[in-house]
């Protein structure tokens, strides 16, 4: 029945969904790639207040998630995605006056809680926009799309930093707001569908993911699993700039490597992912080949030049594995344990794991790899490769109060098993 649902076509509300998620990565591509120049050079802010204000605005989309979810289970996640990718093109308009410190404040904390918000809708849409066997499978091809977008605009980007004008980099700030207009324009033709709203409900059920013990330990732990991101963005640079012997462009490589590795495999990474227990399982393998990554990062400041380059080139493809089979697992536990009258609330929940993780990440990571170099690398490892293996254990559904406990397994019945299509 599974690989009968991932051959069926999506339906066209989930096309035109993907098409809003490539526009907005690729106006984002392009954005990202000079933010930090446009906001030095032509708003003339100096690097600690560029640094505090992202900071205090991730501080505040973190704080406004959880409402936005409530929010969106009120009014329904195809309007509230209409407005987040409104007020992101609003905002990136305004940056080009927000002159001085506290306007920039203003605007970035305003931008950071709809960029915040966007994921989760988008995950709630396509919730109601594909039925349940093909769910993760569309969030997989979501963020192939995403991943590509990100690197065409990217590489357009690499373009305009050549130029070095205030011209140039209007042209990107305001060509980043367009995209996001279109993205709103696609998401207006989506049907309402189940994505409309519904009725109100009790605070104490609106914010019962609080209460929700399952759910919150797989939130945590597909967090710490999920430092595969912070592996790549920060230990990996940090641990070739330690190393004279490694050439610095091998950093540029890792991204190029992830990217196309993301872009290529991630659907095929989401086969047979659909439940909570199947997420569990997913994470438990994320867990490992992160680990064994790390293990390879390890080995590499003992290794000549050639080949410590080629082995951690091969600890990023693990690297970029864990990150796919984290992803879709984080998919599966999410939808399968969200209920439908509250599923905002409880993807806006589960993305605060993520959002923590951009916090407490480079922290962690920085700590083991800087201060404590290939012994830092294999406790990294130990840490992912242990909440794997809980998130595995938790994933699994509640035993029935009175249930009797499961017979066990013989060598014959092991050997004579049957699989299925869960890997």
């Known amino acids: 029945m599974k690989k009968s649902a991932e051959r069926e076509r999506l339906p066209r509300s989930a096309l035109v969904l993907l098409a809003a998620v490539f526009v907005d990565a690729l106006g984002s591509g392009l954005y990202m790639a000079v933010s930090v120049v446009f906001l030095t050079r032509y708003l003339d802010l100096g690097s600690t207040e560029v640094g505090l204000g992202l900071g205090v605005a991730g501080a505040v989309s973190f704080a406004l998630l959880v409402p936005t979810g409530i929010l969106a289970d009120r009014a329904g996640p195809r309007r509230m995605l209409i407005a987040a990718h409104v007020a992101r093109a609003a905002l990136l308009a305004c940056y080009p006056f927000a002159s001085g410190f506290v306007p920039f404040l203003c605007v970035v904390s305003l931008l950071a809680v709809a960029d915040r918000a966007a994921s989760p809708l988008v995950q709630g849409l396509f919730g109601a926009a594909v039925e349940a066997g093909q769910r993760v499978r569309a969030m997989g091809m979501a963020r192939s799309l995403q991943n590509l977008g990100l690197s065409l605009g990217g590489l357009a980007a690499a373009g305009a930093l050549l130029w070095d004008s205030d011209g140039v980099y209007l042209a990107v700030v305001y060509g980043n707001s367009l995209s996001f207009v279109l993205a709103a324009v696609l998401v207006t033709r989506l049907g309402a569908g189940g994505a409309g709203g519904g009725r109100p409900l009790p605070w104490r059920r609106r914010l019962a993911v609080f209460r929700d013990r399952r759910f919150t330990v797989l939130t945590c732990l597909n967090s710490v699993v999920s430092l595969h991101v912070t592996v790549l963005t920060v230990g990996i640079p940090l641990w070739v700039l330690a190393h004279d012997e490694l050439p610095r462009s091998v950093i540029a ?13 991630q659907v095929r990474a989401t086969r047979g992912i659909e439940t909570a227990e199947d997420g569990g399982r997913a994470l438990r393998l994320s867990g490992l080949l992160l680990a064994v990554g790390c293990c390879a990062l390890a080995a590499t400041g003992a290794l000549p030049t050639a080949a410590a380059v080629a082995v951690l080139l091969g600890a990023v493809a693990f690297q970029a594995f864990a990150e796919m089979h984290q992803q879709a697992g984080a998919w599966a536990i999410s ?26 990440g480079p922290l962690v990571v920085t700590f083991l790899v800087v201060q404590r170099g290939a012994v830092g690398w294999l406790l990294l490892g130990a840490l992912a490769l242990g909440s794997g293996a809980w998130a595995a254990r938790a994933g699994r559904p509640p035993a029935a109060p009175g249930a009797p406990p499961a017979p066990a397994v013989s060598l014959t019945d092991v050997q004579g098993e049957t699989h299925g299509t869960h890997p």
């Open 335 to 360: 939808y399968d344990l969200a209920p439908e009258d509250r599923r905002q609330v409880y993807l806006a929940f589960f993305s605060l794991g993520n959002a923590a993780r951009n916090t407490y």
């Open 253 to 265: 490589w890792t991204l190029v490597l992830n990217t196309v590795v993301v872009v290529l495999f």
